[in-house]
């Protein structure tokens, strides 16, 4: 592949260039540089609220969902000209934050089972964030296992009766609409018994209590449903056929997630290059440059691995499994710079303040959100199995319980 831009791509990297210089929300820049992943907020400003505007400029200049139809909000733009797009935006980016499951997972799973006037009338408004959606799939008792959910959605005539609950959903809390998947057959196996559809969050029946975490934000949510009605048009896919419907979300999830999740080296070559040790700055010692020429070549290689994906997509072709290796080594890659940039600190390293921590804590708030990167958008464990099996062909693991109906696993409690 040749990395340079062409001339078409050159014009148009000039176009967004120019474009965000004279309509980007400076005033907010020198925060959002100091933010880092696990700690996107603003003093004086609701987060929300400032990505609402800015994503309303975009999709009035026509900057957001590049790669989508023009019928749905998008500009029909290329792969590459949606890479362009975000090396450009920059530090912009982080006010995404809220529209990223809707565009990145949502959308899709719309744009491929929705009816078409389902198309035309949510996937413009989660382009230009007046909308904004949320995935719900995990839950208490299922861990790693998506079809473990026992979230029940009964018919009834036109309707169906949803019960049951979700956790760790991300935007919960601000969100308008969500798509939930559910079991609608226990008498089958597993996989086999789930229906997707897509919900109003303002619904009677819905219930969202934000999760208090480790770094003071409230980013995950607990979601109940209580007797929630939800109209048969609202469902996507055919009855039984969930699991293939949230395939194309868990596919475009990980692509999502892998392709753009922070790894820490830039912040930490730059800590690096600017901390002064007892023994000189901390980038001349040998120890240190042997640890980040090592984090240099994974940075790199999660690039070019970002670069095959796209090259997959401009050829038509679904977001595989080679997704889930960006998303298995950036998270663990984000969690071992954060230590390591902390024991640079030494006992500086305690402090949280943005105020008064060197680095503006940027590490300690990367450090407290590092552990859910390796759980959100699936586990380490899964991501290595789906790596093993449908990457690298080696053989699956034995599940005693794939051929076995729902109601007929033994579970504890139950």
């Not at 004086?44 to 023009?70: M, N, R, T, Y």
């Not at 959605?153 to 919960?172: F, V, Y």
């Not at 997704?323 to 640079?344: C, P």
Request: net charge neutral.
């Amino acid at each position: 592949m040749n990395f340079d831009d062409t001339p078409q791509e050159a014009a148009f990297r000039a176009e967004a260039r120019k474009w965000i210089d004279a309509n980007a929300p400076k005033e907010f820049e020198a925060e959002l540089t100091k933010s880092s992943l696990g700690r996107i907020k603003l003093k004086k400003a609701d987060i929300v609220e400032v990505a609402k505007a800015w994503q309303k400029k975009k999709s009035d200049g026509g900057w957001v969902c590049l790669h989508w139809p023009k019928e749905y909000g998008g500009r029909g733009a290329t792969p590459v000209e949606r890479v362009i797009w975000q090396q450009e935006e920059g530090v912009y980016f982080k006010l995404t934050s809220p529209f990223q499951i809707g565009e990145g997972m949502c959308g899709p799973t719309v744009m491929a089972y929705g009816s078409e006037a389902d198309k035309r009338r949510y996937l413009p408004k989660i382009a230009s964030g007046e909308e904004i959606w949320c995935q719900l799939f995990s839950e208490p008792a299922g861990g790693s296992d998506v079809a473990g959910l026992r979230t029940r959605a009964e018919r009834d005539g036109d309707h169906w009766i949803i019960n049951g609950q979700k956790i760790w959903t991300s935007g919960a809390h601000y969100s308008d609409y969500g798509i939930l998947i559910t079991r609608t057959d226990p008498n089958v196996p597993k996989h086999k018994g789930l229906t997707m559809f897509y919900i109003d969050m303002k619904s009677r029946g819905v219930e969202v209590k934000p999760i208090k975490q480790a770094n003071g934000m409230q980013e995950f949510n607990e979601v109940f449903f209580t007797d929630l009605r939800v109209p048969d048009s609202q469902r996507l896919g055919a009855v039984g056929d969930g699991w293939n419907v949230s395939l194309t979300t868990l596919m475009n999830e990980r692509m999502t997630i892998g392709s753009r999740l922070a790894t820490g080296f830039p912040e930490l070559f730059e800590f690096c290059s600017n901390l002064m040790t007892e023994d000189g700055l901390a980038i001349d010692d040998r120890a240190t440059r042997s640890r980040l020429a090592n984090w240099a070549v994974k940075n790199s290689g999660l690039k070019y691995t970002n670069y095959r994906a796209v090259s997959a997509l401009s050829r038509g072709e679904r977001p595989g499994p080679e997704n889930s290796i960006g998303k298995l080594v950036a998270g663990s890659m984000l969690q071992d710079i954060a230590m390591y940039a902390m024991d640079l600190q030494g006992a500086s390293g305690m402090l949280t303040d943005p105020e008064t921590a060197e680095a503006a804590g940027q590490f300690q708030a990367m450090m407290m959100s590092s552990p859910s990167t390796r759980i959100a958008g699936g586990t380490d464990e899964i991501l290595r199995n789906i790596i093993a099996e449908r990457v690298l062909g080696l053989p699956g693991d034995i599940r005693v319980d794939k051929d076995v109906p729902f109601n007929k696993i033994p579970t504890k409690g139950r």
